[in-house]
């Protein structure tokens, strides 16, 4: 351990949750940090229990350790929530935990879908926008869906045009639902939104809501609605199909797509691939793979995009199952 580097400590601590954990920790990552992760933990071809244990007991030995401090320890919470969610949101999050308020957007969270929808139901289409991107994806799904369709589609588009809000704006919000007012900085602001924002609530909707909602966005932003779609239902998000599923996607793609669309693709999606094939056809896509050239990454995307493109198609015949479709099944 004491010869391993920080990085490589922290890509065997990702490697060791599963992988809904992992994701989560690495979305809120800058790219950078992704980027010498990803690079650590592709230069790890064996990493031993011993050396997986170990990780896990520095990281448990260094919470107990600074857990104890001052009861609560404004700088262990500063240093944990800067390292799980970077510093600008660790920043956000620490006002509210240190000054004690519940305020109005965090108020939210506790209520359910259709008390969330009587709230904002006179709100303007802007407000609920900001407010539905703070929510957890599962509960602004709920609230989307109690909306009539030309009232969700317009907010779904808001969501999606999101990028960063005024920190004094959160601040009057806050002051709108719960009638208190903040004493943070109105020079700073909140990350909210974005395509990837709407596409995470998206993927949570009612198939029928879902569906109303990118036919009128498809007549109102065709491209937009084309690139939530688009973020909905990603290359990796294939190592959540089954077996069986995986098997039928195997027969469709082509050899050279898969080949390409690999290089790009994380071990264990790509073992998803081999684990679904004969034997001999998983032998001869590892040696291909092995030998094939650096590829370009647009190629790497392209690939892959006309993967989810056939796997859609595939899900649309019932032949696999993607996303929330598994909750149509008993």
Known sequence: MSNMAGVEQAAIFLMSLGEQEASEVLKHMSVGEVQRLGKAMASMKKITKDQADNVLNTFTDNVVADAPLSGGSPRFLRNLLTSSLGADRAEQMLDRLMDGAEKGLDSLQLMNAKEIADVIYTEHPQVVAIVLAGLEPEKSAEVLGLMPKTRSTDVVRRIALLDEVPQDSIEELDTLLQQRVTSSSASRVAQMGGVRCVANIMNAVE?????????????????????????????????????????????EVTTDQLIIALKGADEALADKFYNNMSKRAAEMLKSDLEAKGPVRLAEVEESQKEIVAIARRLADEGSLILGNDANDFV
């Not at 879902?210 to 065709?222: H, N, P, S, Y």
């Not at 609605?225 to 190592?239: A, K, R």
């Open 207 to 251: 198939k029928v809501v879902e569906e109303k909602i990118f036919e009128q966005l498809d007549q109102v932003d065709a491209p937009l609605s084309q690139e939530i779609q688009d973020n909905m239902f990603v290359f990796d998000s294939l190592i959540d199909v089954d077996d069986r599923g995986m098997q039928m996607l195997a027969r």
